[in-house]
């Protein structure tokens, strides 16, 4: 396997793995959406031009794209990117053009799900996040997720960060317990719309 930098190429695969991994997700936001991968499309493209060499990709052994981490130095940057940038703008006028295939109701309840996901961040001050991360289910329990959380702790580390928070969800034991593994413990719960989250914290 190898994990790189995600680049244009690996972006339709990547929001590819998002919808396999995390269908509760999506279906709880926007059951039976066509058009939901244009969405996450945006999203992450969004995440490869403002996090560059934190978004990483794992290639298997035929060159397949079977995962992703996007491991953020800064979040803030992100928010600063997407408003000088003119994408929000954009991400309206597409909405608004029914681009996206979301009606009024799911932009409101995204929206919303978004604020519980800003006061998670307003509470983690200066550090480092793992914003994403995922392996295609098919490719699972091959060593995948622990090289690319890896790779993207070795990422961090390299920026200066000394901290690095994440949020899952708590009865996903086969992620606590890889969290686990490198470090992270538990400091905390959140919560947005489908549920509870467990904020876990390490010292990189």
Known sequence: MRITKCKDQHLLRVTEIFQLAFKESIDFFAPGNPRIGAVLLDIFSLLAQTFGEGFLVLEDEAG?????IVAAENVKRLWRYAFRSGLLCRWLG??????????LTTAARILLNKLCYLRFEAASGSAAQILSVAVDPAAQG??????????????????GAKRVKLEVRPNNAAAVNLYTHFGFAPMGKARDLQGEWLVMQAHL
């Open 64 to 68: 397949q794209v079977q995962g992703y």
């Open 94 to 103: 597409n909405w608004m053009g029914g681009q996206y295939g979301i009606g």
């Open 142 to 159: 091959k060593g995948y997720g622990r090289a690319l959380v890896e790779a993207g702790l070795k990422h961090l580390k390299a920026t």
